[in-house]
């Protein structure tokens, strides 16, 4: 089945830890997104990519990091740096804007992510 | 700047009673895309409908349909009949053409409770 699959569905970081949430979709979407959820608010833009090797700073980056390897994954790293991690993370995919009513996003199951 | 409000943040109904979310967007683009999509315990997004600026007619889909209305900058949803299953989180979301990145701004998202 086509689709976003992302890991594990929950993780546990300790003080100091870095940690890496996965994203993976055989849907052969061009670009990737990376979302943060707080309890009982929208969604916020964390990283976003469009193509292979190259990735942009969305509205909330500061604290995490992404790579671009391969077209079909975008992992986030919550870096120590980020002093309040718990949350809710999101991955989306689409096909590469621009190209007018394929612009939709489809996202993944999410991973929730609680300090220890 | 773009921005999305979702005024009602919780909704409770009894089952078989319609039911209307609103959506008020802000944004300085004559080309925009508008979107639903609805949040369930799961946590997944599922994608409900996009629509561009350009085309105001009123959707239909089953027991859902939405009311686009630019002269208010206004993107309501409304479920008739509701039913148990709808109870959700239903978030608005708006792209604006000019966002070479296809970003999407969220509204804070409404909860719907559907009470047999």
């Known amino acids: 089945d086509g689709g976003i699959t992302q890991s594990p569905k929950y993780l546990f970081r300790k003080e100091g830890q870095n940690v890496t949430l996965s994203c993976e979709q055989n849907l052969n979407h061009d670009a990737m997104y990376w979302y943060r959820q707080d309890p009982g608010q929208g969604l916020r833009l964390i990283y976003y990519?469009?193509?292979?090797?190259?990735?942009q700073k969305g509205d909330i980056a500061e604290g995490y990091s992404v790579s671009r390897e391969k077209k079909e994954s975008f992992p986030l790293t919550v870096t120590s740096a980020q002093k309040n991690p718990t949350a809710f993370y999101l991955c989306a995919s689409s096909i590469l804007p621009g190209l007018a009513d394929e612009e939709t996003q489809y996202f993944g199951p999410g991973t929730r992510l609680l300090v220890l | 700047a773009q921005k999305v409000t979702q005024a009602q943040t919780e909704i409770s109904v009894v089952e078989k009673e319609d039911v209307t979310l609103d959506c008020v967007y802000e944004t300085r683009d004559t080309t925009y895309y508008l979107f639903w999509y609805k949040q369930p315990p799961s946590g997944e997004l599922v994608f409900l409908i996009r629509r561009n600026s350009f085309d105001e007619q009123n959707e239909i889909s089953g027991r859902y349909s939405w009311n686009f209305q630019k002269s208010t900058s206004s993107f309501n949803f409304t479920i008739t009949a509701s039913q148990v299953v709808d109870s959700a989180v239903y978030f608005c979301?708006?792209?604006?053409?000019?966002?070479?990145?296809?970003?999407?701004?969220f509204g804070g998202g409404t909860r719907l409770m559907v009470k047999p």
């Open positions: 979301a708006l792209s604006e053409a000019s966002n070479a990145g296809n970003m999407l701004t």
């Open positions: 990519s469009q193509i292979v090797n190259d990735f």
